[in-house]
Nanobody
Framework: QVVESGGGLVQPGGSLRLSCLAP????????VAWFRQAPGKEREGVAC????????NYADSVKDRFTISRDDPKRTVYLQMNSLKLEDTGTYYC?????????????????????WGRGTQVTVSS
């Protein structure tokens, strides 16, 4: 299981950096993604990063605002979120892929991912 952290309350236009730690296993050979879920809505993919960080995919709604990165020696994947909007509010989940790269487009379905965290809450509010 992975552990997310870094969520909180932020005003519109603000920034947060989420972290995803894999305390008990290596992430070296797996793609990793961030998903989010707003109340009453389905979980949606936000960003995916392949091994070595060679490829990154983003949902259209977060392109040019969010950046996914990884630090394999630290077993950690980050999600830098800038210019946050009200609609970015939700619980953010980290997920470890069953494969080493991201889908050709987008983030892929939930079944592509084998290990999930419990999530961290992000609330964007004025």
């Amino acid at each position: 299981q992975v552990v997310e952290s870094g969520g909180g309350l932020v005003q519109p236009g603000g920034s947060l950096r989420l972290s995803c730690l894999a305390p008990n296993f290596s992430l070296d050979y797996d793609a990793v993604a961030w998903f989010r879920q707003a109340p009453g809505k389905e979980r949606e993919g936000v960003a995916c990063i392949s091994i070595d960080g060679e490829y990154q995919n983003y949902a259209d709604s977060v392109k040019d605002r969010f950046t996914i990165s990884r630090d394999d020696p630290k077993r950690t994947v980050y999600l830098q979120m800038n210019s946050l909007k009200l609609e970015d509010t939700g619980t953010y989940y980290c997920a470890v892929s069953r494969i080493s790269t991201c889908p050709p487009k987008g983030i892929g379905g939930l079944g592509l991912y084998r290990s999930w965290g419990r999530g961290t809450q992000v609330t964007v509010s004025s």
